[in-house]
């Protein structure tokens, strides 16, 4: 009688077991999609490669530090690396700070219109040195780098995952041609399940997207009204553009053709003294809340810009994230 018992003690044992293990596991799915975590943004570093090197180190080692603590997932470069293209020094000051974070966060490069080679006054978008330091064989080996456009590094992806949810940082070339924007959008509609953050130099300006047609660059490409237009509006998944290159900040919500906001975002200290004085900007995204946080930080000055302009909270329904 004994042994025929065992058996079913030892179901009941085991059926015990896995009704305690039940709500655990729906409670980590719970905490997963609620998770806090930060994105940074980092603009236009042209004027730290060039004059302030050390600022420039300053505000990746901040970005290493925070990690852990803010739960940071990435970062975002925002173009214009560096002040003249053909100064190599320029460049090896901005590797030295982006090295910092080599192996600790994901990242991302885009150039901007500083970081290609001119003649005269007109751009070349020859990116040779910004390939030489920041070339696809840099990344790609990383588990996050997604992939890149032609045999250059000008136009990539990566990704990462927060709150249980996936994540594309799409970077855009300065004022985009035709050709990279349907690569864009084949990367997009690739990855359906992904919420895409586009990165570009140029797109919006203090009071409005940028306006075509384009001036002063002699470049044949998309203005910021051309790229909504042409590009971003007709892909459901875009969650956000974030861009650089006019001194300044704003922030405006559209809805694309599926009727889903679009968050839009300028960010660019370059004006400010010293270069920009070291500010970049966080973005914290709370499920909880329904938010995105976003906050401006100089880890020069190691201090905050309380300036609603500049630190705010953006509304986001995570439910409705892919």
């Not at 420039?56 to 080692?61: D, G, N, R």
């Not at 190599?88 to 974070?101: D, G, H």
């Not at 991302?108 to 910004?130: C, E, F, I, W």
């Not at 004022?175 to 130099?201: G, Y």
């Amino acid at each position: 009688m004994r042994n025929a018992l065992f058996p079913r003690r030892i179901f009941l044992l085991l059926a015990l077991f896995a009704t305690l293990l039940r709500p655990l596991t729906v409670s980590a799915a719970e905490a997963d999609s609620n998770e806090v975590f930060t994105v940074v943004l980092l603009p236009d570093t042209q004027f730290y490669s060039e004059k302030y090197p050390d600022t420039y180190v300053q505000q990746t080692l901040w970005i290493r530090s925070q990690v852990k603590e803010d739960n940071l997932k990435f970062s975002i470069g925002l173009g214009d690396i560096v002040q003249n293209a053909d100064q190599e020094q320029q460049w090896k000051n901005a590797n030295q700070a982006a090295s910092t974070l080599d192996g600790v966060l994901p990242y991302s490069m885009v150039p901007g219109n500083h970081d290609q080679l001119a003649k005269g006054k007109v751009l070349t978008r020859d990116t040779s040195l910004y390939n030489k330091y920041f070339p696809v064989s840099r990344y790609e080996g990383q588990k996050w780098y997604g992939g890149h456009m032609g045999d250059k590094n000008d136009n990539n992806y990566c990704f990462f995952e927060g709150a249980g949810k996936k994540f594309l940082v799409l970077s855009l070339e300065f004022h985009p041609t035709d050709e990279t924007l349907a690569w864009a959008a084949e990367v997009c509609q690739k990855h359906p399940q992904h919420n895409v953050i586009v990165a570009t130099h140029s797109y919006l300006g203090l009071k409005a997207r940028v306006e075509s047609p384009l001036k002063g660059y002699g470049l044949v490409g998309n203005s910021g009204d051309e790229m909504w237009d042409k590009f971003v509006r007709k892909q459901p998944n875009i969650l956000m553009v974030a861009c650089g290159h006019i001194g300044g900040v704003n922030m405006q919500v559209s809805k694309n053709d599926a009727g889903a906001p679009v968050i839009e975002l300028l960010t660019d200290y370059q004006h400010l003294k010293n270069g920009g004085d070291g500010w970049l900007r966080t973005m914290k995204f709370v499920p909880k809340e329904n938010k995105i946080y976003v906050t401006a930080y100089s880890p020069l000055l190691k201090e905050f810009n309380r300036d609603p302009k500049h630190t705010h909270a953006i509304d986001l329904d995570f439910a409705k994230l892919r």
